[in-house]
């Protein structure tokens, strides 16, 4: 076919070209075979030496077998192929602008280069995309493979580099469509199918998801290029917007590629209009398609989003087409939307500089986010407080919408979702760090600066106010001008109590009198009698306008103010009844006598005004964050450990700007230091380190001081838990060297007294001593001797404070806990005679004849230390409690002399005994500790040691593996039996010796027992609390003792009249039953009742008492923890807390609640020892949202539904009822109400209960298949039917209803009954189940069953009494008649 008699028209697909499509088109005539094309493919090369680009016209159809071959021919076929045909298009767009410039062009020479343009660009193009194919073949193969050597298997596969290949081609395409090659077309009209196939080309290249990787970056621009020249010149917007929104619905990787393309169309080429044109695709999409085509609206919002940032002017025009999307469903478009208006108020409408219609614009897409901050949707609540956080950190947010801002951030911390209240707390963060109010933001320190100021500029309005002035200015202008101080006045008053004034209405007084009075005050800018006044006169006129319908609150007062100021009949009668002669002669004289002045006095009150609106803003602020303190001071102990986290890093930055408040938050997080979350940790101990180990200073000593000072005000009023605390963060900052030699050398003068301080800042260095010595004892060890003779050196009187934290810091020298099997070397002792021990006894005894209270603490830390760091520390306390009790003789036998005759006994000073039994009952814990400790580990060190001797260990190193292993073995069995002799010569001790009469403790059981059972005669509160504390103690000493005694201690733990003395019994009790648990069994239920006491102090400890016992399983746990249960709905909040926390640790132990909530339901729900309906609904809320597994869920609907059967009253039926309507019902949860429909059915006539039956069809219903639906609504119809007439319109329903579906709600249920069998064997209440009726063999006898129909109540295991139990009821003989007040002396003495 002759090259200039054809006409090539591009194919929608290959196979069009090997047939005639219409007259005079060409049509490859032959398709060569393989081994022809190299030949062919050098002909070629040959013809275009000598003909150029037209050669394509007779060799096009060796370009097509190669393409058509493409798969099968050699990898170097394939590269000399696009080698030269980039060399020939390269070669056509030189040659092509003479051309197109030649007038004398012939049509068929134009047809010719038509032709041969369309040919080299066809097969150009489709050679690109074979190769791109073939390499997303290799790529998806190298996916399945893994591993390296994938660059190498491509370049295998193709010959060579494709990805280095790509880019110039397609900017050899990019510079050919640069021309203005339209004139080869007829009327200069180019053909849509050509653009087509250069743009086609490019999308195809944009499908593969490797394009968005950063190596493809030339390539990717290349496309971009090559698009934006078609848009430009080509009119291809129409095609590429439909495109793009086809590509963004298809492909998630796209929308980052897509905005940057885009993006460099509307900047390089300045088509600007396709954003709006896919911005008005996108708004046009209908929401609700948008709901379904998630895919599509998740590429729609990521471009979106990207786009805003990237050119946010342009977008700004087409913005109000997306505000529809903020009203769809899909959230995601919602957050893309408000993304955007976020972008351009920070890149377009930022500044103070804006127009009117720009700050317009700005506050109305702030309004929307505001708006949108209480959104259905968490993850757009979330968005917005993030874009807000964006807003403030760039300082793009205006002054005036500070306090909406921060008030929207407060009201979010009390958000359901844990991701919004993360993002409030760092929007909070950041209004902080870039306040422009101050560096301290202390609202106590705010407002006396803001009253002042204020005062002032009433001061200045007054002065400037003349008859004159007033006259010229219209009323609406004064209002608006004393509208801020009106308002920061009665803001202030409405938080004070009515105060008592002057201004009072008189009786014959009118309204309109009032009103005068009221603008009068006004107009004088006394502001605070005017709104005083206009509140009486509310409550005196309230029939009389304006007075009437005002409301109490701040803007009621205001607009009722603003009435009567405005109103020209109050104003006429106010100016009446204004008769300063003052004010009337100065009518005359000028107003303005110097006009400079009066000029520099309207600025001086402007300025006044604006100090007085930027000082109540920040007290404004402050009072916010003051707010916000207290509500993330409770999400401190959240389980999400990123929310705890931007907790504790808030806590920093308002400790920083000086929040008083934030001190409480920054002690608040000191326990979260033993978090099992490192991360957690971690943040504690940056927030610390960042908080007082960088202290500002000018020099180390300076900088030393301060951190000193910082440190000590955590110390004031801490509790003991805040301590230790406070101990283990200095331990690790020591440990790790963060803490500066000349830290601790200023504590050591502070301690020494070489610095002038106070007692209580020296007390407070040596605690600091003591803390750092846990981590390196050797900061005390070294200087120990000095301690001794600064802390406990003799003086009048003796500092008994500072004596116990010298005590407490020595101890921190020795490793306290029990040696382990592998220590080698003897601890830590001192010996006797070492001045420390000598000065112990010294004080201890002196002391004890003086009435001081602070001596008490000291002895037990004394007594303590002696027995961690002594040889032979029995010997030492024996003589202090001999040289004591020595005194107490002397005493009381100077008294019997001094005596008066006639009386019966001579008395001895309370405090005296009080001190003595005190001091007992520590020896006696102390020696008991000393024995099972120091004792027990240095037996069990020397028998190692022994044994190792005896065996030759040293030299078992050489011994085979076996030989080593064999004695391992051996040496643990031997170990063991030792362990048990030692553990029983230590119980053998206790028990039979140190309570027997030769003993020094033995001398004080007679009198400690006299005055615990003779509460009359002994009756002062401090000696019956130091002596049943001091009983306690030596109870836990010997078994029989404590068997003995055990009913003497319960009794004062249930009698007692002082809550104190059964708070710390409680405690004691708790110990003897972790120590003795099969002794304190039986009186279990005395510790359970312990629960509902009446004090605070004593619940609170019985809770934490009980769920120490309990989780450690010390306790059996009964149903009596129903009385744990009540506390979930304690008026004390912390006392709530700690049972929530209890329900949460059990239910981390398998089906503990599970096999409990039976026993607690009955208990609660019990007409005559339960609690209210409404409690009984708090509780069980939260001990049902435990149950999460579906074995669990469907067995308790099965016994819920057999207990309505035994249930006697009707508070019992809706009790059962909520229950059920709180459990996570499924399908199979359904058919077991289905199948005990019976237990319940004649109970729905009752609304209550009708009402929680049809909230668990709703809940059934939101989450059900299609298939269940059928069975869903069977059993609504039988609910409503048994609702309205009882059981028989049950009856009346299933006779009128087919089989099929009694066929379906029977014959599932049996199946996943007898799944569920394996799950009874879990239950511990096979009592809470009745049997069901017309049973063929029942389990239980016939008059158990019969008994148990009479009296229609179920029995649990955990409610029968065993003898123990009985053995342990109090008798009214051994119950004291006189319960004594007891006062427990200190409170280092509660154990845990």
């Known amino acids: 076919m002759s090259p ?73 076929l394939k590269e000399d192929t696009l080698e030269f045909l980039k060399k020939v298009v390269s070669r056509h767009s030189q040659e092509l602008p003479s051309i197109l410039d030649n007038a004398a062009l012939s049509g068929s020479d134009r047809s010719a280069h038509l032709n041969a343009l369309k040919m080299n660009c066809y097969a150009l193009i489709h050679l690109l995309e074979s190769f791109e194919n073939l390499t997303s073949r290799t790529s998806l193969i190298d996916l399945d493979i893994g591993g390296k050597g994938k660059k190498a298997r491509a370049k295998a596969a193709l010959g060579f580099d494709w990805e280095e290949e790509r880019q110039p081609v397609l900017q050899l395409l990019t510079q050919l469509l640069q021309l203005d090659i339209r004139h080869l077309w007829n009327h200069s009209i180019i053909e849509e199918e050509f653009v087509s196939l250069v743009t086609g080309c490019c999308y195809r290249l944009l499908e593969n998801p490797t394009i968005s990787h950063q190596k493809n970056r030339s390539t990717k621009e290349a496309i971009a290029h090559l698009l ?85 002017a342009v977008l700004m025009s087409s913005m109000c087409i997306l505000l529809e999307h903020l009203d769809g469903e899909n959230y995601m478009m919602r957050n893309a939307v408000l993304a955007a208006m976020a972008e351009m108020v920070l890149q377009v409408l930022n500044g103070d500089q804006l ?110 106010r003349t008859p004159a002035a007033s006259a010229a200015l219209e ?33 014959a007084e009118t309204a309109e009198e009032v009103k005068g009075r009221i603008r009068q005050l006004l107009a004088r800018a006394s502001y605070k009698q005017a709104i005083i006044l ?29 009435i009567i100021f405005k109103d020209p009949a109050a104003s006429t009668q106010g100016s009446r009844g204004d008769t300063d002669p003052g004010l009337t002669g100065s009518k005359d004289s000028p107003s303005v006598p110097e006009p400079e002045g009066c000029q520099r006095n309207d600025d001086e009150l402007v300025k006044q005004e604006m100090l007085v609106q930027y000082l109540q803003d920040a007290y404004s602020f402050s009072q916010k964050i003051t707010e916000a303190i207290g509500i993330i001071s409770k999400m401190m102990y959240e389980n999400t450990t990123t929310v705890v986290q931007e907790v504790i890093e808030f806590f ?62 955590l110390l004031v009023d801490a509790s003991v838990g805040t301590i230790q605390c406070l101990e283990e963060i200095l331990c690790e900052f020591v440990q790790k060297d963060e803490i500066k030699p000349a830290v601790i050398q200023l504590l050591w003068e502070r301690a020494t007294e070489k610095v002038p301080c106070s007692p209580l800042e020296r007390c407070s260095s040596v605690m600091l001593l003591g803390m750092m010595a846990r981590g390196k004892p050797e900061i005390v060890g070294s200087n120990l001797d000095t301690l001794v003779s600064v802390g406990l050196a003799e003086a009048s009187p003796p500092d008994y404070r500072l004596a116990q934290q010298v005590c407490l810091t020595i101890a921190n020298i020795s490793d306290r806990r029990k040696p382990s099997l592998g220590e080698r070397h003897p601890p830590f002792r001192l010996p006797q005679e070492h001045r420390l021990f000598e000065r112990l006894q010294e004080m201890v005894t002196k002391g004890f004849a003086h009435p001081d209270p602070l001596w008490i603490p000291f002895k037990e830390v004394a007594v303590t230390l002696t027995y961690q760091l002594a040889e032979g520390p029995e010997a030492i306390c024996a003589q202090m409690l001999q040289g004591c009790a020595k005194q107490a003789l002397e005493t009381l036998e100077k008294s019997t002399t001094e005596a008066d005759p006639k009386e019966a006994a001579p008395k001895l000073p309370t405090f005296l005994l009080m001190n003595l039994l005190s001091l007992a009952g520590d020896v006696a814990l102390q020696q008991l500790v000393h024995l099972e400790q120091a004792v027990s580990g240095e037996l069990c060190r020397r028998r190692v040691l022994r044994e190792e001797q005896e065996h030759g260990t040293k030299g078992s190193k050489d011994k085979s593996a076996s030989s080593e292993s064999a004695m391992e073995e051996e040496l643990g069995l031997v170990g063991a039996t030792a362990d048990d002799t030692e553990a029983e010569l230590i119980r053998g001790i206790c028990e039979k010796e140190l309570l027997d009469g030769n003993q020094v403790l033995a001398a004080f059981v007679p009198l400690l027992l006299k005055v615990c059972n003779s509460p009359g005669l002994y009756s002062n509160p401090e000696l019956s609390a130091a002596a049943s504390l001091a009983l306690g103690k030596f109870c836990m000493i010997s078994a029989p003792f404590c068997d003995s005694q055990l009913r003497l201690l319960f009794t004062m733990l249930e009698k007692s009249s002082l809550p104190t003395v059964r708070s710390n019994l409680m405690v004691a009790t708790g110990d003897l039953a972790i120590r003795f648990p099969n002794l304190v069994d039986p009186w279990t239920p005395h510790l359970y009742a312990r629960l509902r006491d009446p004090a605070e102090q004593v619940r609170r400890t019985a809770g934490l008492v009980m769920t120490h016992l309990i989780l450690k399983d010390m306790v059996k746990v009964k149903g009596q923890v129903s ?47 339960g609690v209210e309906e409404e409690p009984f609904h708090t509780i069980m809320k939260q001990l049902l949202s435990y149950i999460t597994k579906d074995k669990q869920t469907e067995s308790l609907v099965e016994k819920l539904c057999q207990r309505f059967r035994t249930a006697r009253t009707e508070r019992q039926f809706r009790d059962l009822a909520y229950c059920m309507a709180q459990l996570p019902l499924t399908d199979r949860g359904l058919h077991k109400m289905l199948d005990n429909f019976d237990c319940f059915g004649d109970k729905l006539l009752d609304e209550s209960v009708f009402s929680a039956f049809l909230s668990v069809v709703g809940k059934l219903r939101r989450g059900a298949k299609p298939e269940g639906k059928a069975i869903i609504d069977e059993f609504e119809q039988k609910l409503r039917a048994c609702h309205t007439r009882g059981m028989d319109g049950m009856e009346e329903l299933e006779s009128g209803q087919g089989g099929s579906q009694r066929a379906l709600s029977t014959k599932k249920p049996s199946a996943a009954v007898s799944r569920l069998q394996p799950l009874t064997s879990v239950d511990s209440d096979n009592d809470f189940v009745t049997p069901k009726p017309r049973r063929a063999k029942p389990r239980r006898p016939c008059t158990q069953q019969r008994k148990s129909r009479r009296k229609a109540k179920v029995v649990f295991s955990s409610d029968e009494s065993s003898e123990d139990e009985l053995s342990a009821e109090m008798t009214e003989e051994e119950t004291p008649k006189r319960t004594t007040p007891i006062r427990r002396a200190s409170g280092q003495r509660h154990r845990s």
């Not at 940790?681 to 908080?691: F, G, H």
């Open 652 to 713: 920093v930055m308002v400790f920083q700007f000086g929040v008083p408040q934030a001190l409480f938050g920054v002690r608040r997080m000191l326990p979260l230091i033993w978090s099992k979350e490192p991360g957690v940790r971690e943040a504690v101990l940056n927030a610390y380190r960042q908080l007082y180990l960088s202290p500002k200073g000018d020099s180390a000593r300076a900088k030393a001081q301060a951190l000193i000072q910082n440190l000590s005000l």
């Open 534 to 562: 206009a509140q009486e006169a509310t409550s005196r006129f309230q029939e009389s306008e304006p007075f009437s319908h005002t409301e109490p609150e701040e803007n009621g007062f205001l607009d009722l103010l603003g």
């Open 228 to 312: 934006g020249v078609a848009l430009v010149r080509y009119n291809h917007m129409l095609s590429a917007t439909v495109k793009i929104i086809q590509m963004l619905q298809h492909f998630e990787h796209l929308p980052s590629v897509l905005v940057s393309t885009v993006g460099l169309w509307a900047t390089d080429y300045g088509m600007k209009s396709i954003v709006g044109e896919i911005v008005r695709e996108i708004g046009q999409k209908c929401p609700q398609e948008l709901s379904r085509d998630t895919a599509g609206a998740k590429g729609f919002a990521a471009f979106l989003t990207e786009l805003a940032e990237r050119i946010p």
């Open 1123 to 1169: 009385e744990m249960a009540v506390l979930l709905i304690d008026p004390v909040p912390q006392i709530a807390a700690l049972a929530k926390n209890f329900f949460n640790e059990l239910s981390h132990k398998g089906n503990a609640i599970y096999n409990l909530l039976p026993d607690i339901i009955s208990r609660l729900s019990d007409p005559e020892g």
């Open 355 to 464: 127009e009117e219609s720009a700050r317009e614009t700005r506050d109305q897409f702030l309004d929307i986010l505001q708006a949108h901050g209480h959104d259905v949707n968490s993850f757009v609540r979330s968005r917005v407080l993030q874009l807000f956080t964006r807003i403030v950190q760039q300082k793009a947010l205006p002054l005036t919408r500070f306090q909406a801002v921060v008030a929207l951030a407060v009201g979010r911390l009390a958000d359901k979702s844990v991701l919004v209240c993360k993002n409030a707390i760092q929007l909070l963060a950041s209004f902080l760090a870039n306040n422009p109010f101050s560096c301290k933001l202390s609202d106590t320190d705010l407002a006396g600066p803001l009253q002042k100021e204020i005062q002032k500029l009433q001061e200045m309005r007054a002065q400037r």
């Open 475 to 507: 009323p609406e202008e004064e209002w608006e001008a004393m509208l801020p101080e009106l308002k920061a006045t009665l803001q202030q008053l409405l938080k004070l109590p009515r105060e008592e004034v002057d201004e009072q209405i008189a009786d």
């Open 4 to 76: 200039h008699n054809f006409e090539f028209h591009l194919p929608l697909s290959p196979e069009e070209l090997l047939k005639s499509g219409g007259v005079n088109h060409y049509v490859v005539q032959e398709v060569l075979p393989i081994k022809h094309l190299p030949s062919q493919l050098r002909a070629f090369q040959s013809a275009f030496r000598t003909q150029g680009p037209l050669a394509i016209l007779e060799h096009f159809d060796t370009v097509y077998s190669i393409l058509h071959h493409f798969r099968s021919i050699d990898p170097g």
